[in-house]
């Protein structure tokens, strides 16, 4: 396994991190353990949460999954910070207030005492960022948190946050998570080549677009299959201008020989910038499939494909991918 070094920060990890978004919803804590344990058994070694995902039972199923197997050491353990967590109006954001008492929460049900990437999850307009930073760097200082990152900023905030940390002394965000997949390019045109820039590692998520390219739509069927994430909010059907774009991914995928979902994933591999796609699987299956994505390189020619479906930093038109709340 070719594991990829996480920006400047040194450490390395596994190219495709294991996201954990659907751990205490789709995925009961007895399948999610599983799911742990298939991806570590592969070699995985990078995981992602967030104190938000299912009120915390994400972080807690994880927390009891380390305690039971006693492999805290064994991998890059990922979190966030910024959604509403109760009903006190302070109870969100970035500000110190809310960034304190949520560490402690999230170390709680982590079973852990240090968090190794504290992501601020969304940014906040009500908080300057020097403030964000001074929190976060204390929080470093005092050996909860290793490294820093930001996810779903624009490229102004993160050349703003970059430049602050420079001036403050404080420690900055080694690592961005945007979203990225085929449909939605958009963060090949700013954020990308920020971050390549300043050495800030991205782990992108969505890479098969909630589903969208995974290849188990079809046009004119019952587009959207029951336990779907798009069937729990009662739709049941996509933008037409998407099918085109789903139809020639699995296209060629056939062609290449594996699946949608490899394809797709295999492709956010390909894209320069990009350290690891984060995957988020409901069941075991699915990780298996999708963890296949990592043996996968690309030929320039089915890459120049993919950029006859979709262009280089270009978003498909009605895709409805903007930076929903994770």
């Given at each position: 396994m070719n594991y990829r070094v996480l920006g400047r920060t040194g450490v390395k990890v596994h190219p495709l991190c294991l996201g954990t978004m659907n751990f205490g919803s789709f995925t009961p804590p007895e399948d999610a353990h599983a799911i742990l344990n298939a991806y570590t058994e592969g070699g995985g070694n990078f995981v992602d949460t967030a104190n938000v995902y299912n009120n915390g039972q994400s972080e807690s199923i994880i927390?009891?999954?380390?305690?039971?197997?006693?492999?805290?050491?064994?991998?890059?353990?990922?979190?966030?910070?910024?959604?509403?967590?109760?009903?006190?109006?302070?109870?969100?954001?970035?500000?110190?207030?809310?960034?304190?008492?949520?560490?402690?929460?999230?170390?709680?049900?982590?079973?852990?005492?240090?968090?190794?990437?504290?992501?601020?999850?969304?940014?906040?307009?009500?908080?300057?960022?020097?403030?964000?930073?001074?929190?976060?760097?204390d929080l470093v200082r005092s050996g909860k948190v290793l490294y820093l990152a930001s996810s779903t900023f624009p490229a102004w905030e993160l050349a703003e946050a970059h430049f602050i940390a420079k001036e403050l002394g404080t420690a900055r965000f080694d690592v961005e998570q945007p979203p990225l997949n085929i449909i939605d390019r958009r963060i090949e045109k700013e954020v990308l080549p920020f971050c390549q820039r300043y050495d800030v590692a991205t782990i992108t998520w969505a890479p098969l677009a909630r589903g969208r390219l995974a290849g188990k739509y079809t046009r004119g069927g019952r587009s959207i299959p029951d336990g779907s994430y798009y069937q729990s909010r009662g739709k049941d059907d996509f933008p037409p201008s998407q099918w085109p774009v789903m139809e020639g991914v699995d296209k060629l995928a056939d062609e290449r020989g594996c699946t949608s979902s490899q394809f797709s994933i295999a492709w956010c591999l390909s894209v320069p910038g990009v350290t690891c796609p984060i995957l988020g699987p409901r069941t075991v299956e699915q990780l298996q499939d999708n963890m296949g994505a990592a043996d996968i390189e690309l030929t320039q020619a089915e890459r120049d494909a993919v950029d006859n479906l979709v262009p280089p930093g270009e978003l498909c038109r009605d895709a409805g991918l903007g930076a929903v709340p994770r």
């Open positions: 927390g009891d999954w380390m305690a039971n197997e006693n492999n805290r050491d064994e991998f890059v353990l990922s979190t966030k910070v910024h959604g509403k967590r109760g009903e006190n109006i302070n109870q969100q954001g970035n500000h110190r207030w809310h960034i304190v008492r949520e560490v402690e929460e999230s170390l709680k049900r982590l079973k852990t005492d240090r968090i190794d990437l504290y992501h601020i999850h969304r940014p906040d307009p009500d908080t300057p960022i020097d403030q964000t930073l001074r929190a976060l760097d």
